[in-house]
């Protein structure tokens, strides 16, 4: 699973600015969670977890994996959370 899966799956059907609403953030913000080029706080990615359902564990191995540099490192991180 990756960031982008776990985002799918907290915005359950809704749109990118209904759900922005639902976690408190701005839709740009949301955006900037899409687009890679923001990543969310622990705060937030609980936020997530409560309103997706996920197991936090695999919501946190997959923001993490955006974070490392290292492309094979990643990749394992991403397969534990799947």
Do not use: W
């Not at 915005?11 to 609403?21: E, H, L, P, Y």
């Not at 990543?39 to 409560?50: A, C, H, I, W």
């Not at 359902?53 to 993490?64: I, S």
């Amino acid at each position: 699973m990756n960031f982008q899966d776990v985002l799918d799956k907290v915005c359950n059907g809704f749109s990118d600015n209904k759900t922005s609403q639902k976690l408190g953030v701005s839709r740009v913000m949301f955006s900037q969670y899409r687009t890679g080029r923001r990543l969310p706080s622990n705060e937030m990615l609980d936020k997530m977890v409560k309103l997706s359902g996920l197991n936090p564990v695999e919501v946190y191995l997959a923001a993490y994996a955006e974070k490392i540099d290292d492309p094979s490192v990643a990749e394992q991180f991403r397969h534990l959370a799947a």
